[in-house]
T-cell receptor
Framework: RKEVEQDPGPFNVPEGATVAFNCTYS??????FFWYRQDCRKEPKLLMS???SGNEDGRFTAQLNRASQYISLLIRDSKLSDSATYLC????????????FGTGTKLQVIP | GAVVSQHPSWVICKSGTSVKIECRSL??????MFWYRQFPKQSLMLMAT?????????EQGVEKDKFLINHASLTLSTLTVTSAHPEDSSFYIC??????????????FGSGTRLTVV
């Protein structure tokens, strides 16, 4: 089993739709979780951290389910500019330790 | 916010030559730098972790004699691909733990280097 697993997609959704991605992780000791966005041929950029209580940033909502070992990202009212690959990132121990990246989920928002 | 400057952005080199990639932290001190490689349609794979003033830690399967990492100062880490071959063609990217970056332990990435070996 991969340490961090994501459905590669692509998810093709119309503008205005709501879309959700899940990411599962294998190590129950993992402590920090992030969603990054990567545009084609660019570096990843932090979208949001994922907190135990769940957190929201505008149209984006992140959730953590420790019991089932997955995190999720919900995007409401999709925009064309949301088209990108969304990377799930897990840090085993917290702090400035190395992280493990999922393969990413590709989202294409269609006009 | 924290910025990591990576150069060059892209490079084309002949097989057998060496290529040096630099990553500089512009407004903070990066005691640690992670080096990743990403092949098309694949995830970022950690190659090695460099620490200022000490030897780098390489991930399993990464040849330390081929991928030389130097972290001589708190603001500069370099990766040298020695005797590059076409199979080394990839997107190389560095990342430093964000210093004072939202206090959420995010990581700041360089803009990446696309290496093509012909």
């Amino acid at each position: 089993r991969k340490e961090v697993e994501q459905d590669p997609g692509p998810f093709n959704v119309p503008e205005g739709a709501t879309v959700a991605f899940n990411c599962t992780y294998s190590n129950s000791a993992s402590q920090s979780f992030f969603w990054y966005r990567q545009d084609c041929r660019k570096e990843p950029k932090l979208l949001m951290s994922v907190y135990s209580s769940g957190n929201e940033d505008g149209r984006f909502t992140a959730q953590l389910n420790r019991a089932s070992q997955y995190i999720s990202l919900l995007i409401r009212d999709s925009k064309l500019s949301d088209s990108a690959t969304y990377l799930c990132v897990v840090n085993l121990s917290g702090g400035y330790q190395k992280v493990t990246f999922g393969t990413g989920t590709k989202l294409q928002v269609i006009p | 916010g924290a910025v990591v400057s990576q150069h060059p952005s892209w490079v084309i080199c002949k097989s057998g030559t060496s290529v040096k990639i630099e990553c500089r932290s512009l407004d903070f001190q990066a005691t640690t730098m992670f080096w990743y490689r990403q092949f098309p349609k694949q995830s970022l794979m950690l190659m090695a972790t460099s620490n200022e003033g000490s030897k780098a830690t390489y991930e399993q399967g990464v040849e330390k004699d081929k991928f030389l990492i130097n972290h001589a100062s708190l603001t500069l880490s370099t990766l040298t691909v020695t005797s590059a071959h076409p199979e080394d063609s990839s997107f190389y990217i560095c990342s430093a733990p964000g210093q004072g970056f939202k206090s959420d332990y995010g990581y700041t990435f360089g803009s990446g280097t696309r290496l093509t070996v012909v």
